[in-house]
């Protein structure tokens, strides 16, 4: 079964970090490019970040950027998102996200496998 | 930013009844890259559409997808049941986005 499992999410203080961890099984994680996708308590969805099949290459969305990293660890079918300098409308659910078809470069696809999420909430 | 703009924000409705909601990018998406994804309460998203118009893997084919350019349509032609839900498109160029969503709930 393909699958994608969030966790390290949790309370944290404004100014504070927090590292998102997400693990892949049942297909090739070191095939894909993988996404981030968060969505704040009753809102819609928003991009994140983007790394490549390689972690060589990676995309981040205005809001983000500067304050997260995203990586990958292909060994292991990890992919990780390091979040600093947190603000308290980073609160969301934070999901794990494969791409269809690309492994990255100027190759563009829909997403087809999404993790339950991983709830962050920042706040004092 | 390519903005997504969705249409009606909620769209109430019976089973059996035929769903049209509509995604207007702000700019022409290049080859079509658009998605319909469907999400309900407590759950993450689901694909449904992609290429504007192709079904995903195992999704019913009272699920369709159209349009092109700017403009964007994902029909649905019997509700069922299951299909209450919010449904997001979502363009997945160079900086993807996503819209806003539409609600479709009980009449």
């Known amino acids: 079964e393909v699958q994608l499992v969030e966790s390290g999410g949790g309370l944290v203080q404004p100014g504070g970090s927090l590292r998102l961890s997400c693990s892949a099984s049942?297909?090739?994680?070191?095939?894909?490019?993988m996404h981030w996708v968060r969505q704040a308590p009753g809102k819609g969805l928003e991009y994140v970040s983007e790394?490549?099949?390689?972690?060589?290459?990676?995309y981040y969305s205005d809001s983000v950027r500067g304050r997260f990293t995203i990586s990958r660890d292909n060994s292991k079918n990890t992919l990780y998102l390091q979040m600093g300098s947190l603000r308290t409308e980073d609160t969301a659910v934070y999901f794990c996200?494969?791409?269809?078809?690309?492994?990255?470069?100027?190759?563009?696809?829909?997403?087809?496998?999404w993790g339950q999420g991983t709830l962050v909430t920042v706040s004092s | 930013e390519i903005v997504l703009t969705q249409s009606p924000a909620t769209l109430s409705l019976s089973p059996g009844e035929r769903a049209t909601l509509s995604c207007r990018a702000s700019q022409s998406l290049s080859s079509n890259f658009l998605a319909w994804y469907q999400q309900k309460p407590g759950q993450p998203p689901r694909l449904l559409i992609h290429?504007?118009?192709s079904r995903a893997s195992g999704i019913p084919d009272r699920f369709s997808g159209s349009g092109s350019g700017t403009d964007f349509t994902l029909t649905i032609s019997r509700l069922e049941p299951e299909d209450f839900a919010v449904y997001y498109c979502?363009?997945?160029?160079?900086?993807?986005?996503f819209g806003p969503g539409t609600k479709v709930d009980f009449k």
């Open positions: 979502h363009q997945y160029g160079s900086s993807p986005t």
């Open positions: 049942g297909f090739t994680f070191s095939h894909y490019a």
């Open positions: 996200v494969k791409d269809a078809l690309c492994s990255g470069g100027n190759c563009y696809s829909a997403y087809d496998i």
């Open positions: 790394i490549n099949s390689h972690g060589s290459s990676t």
């Open positions: 290429g504007a118009s």
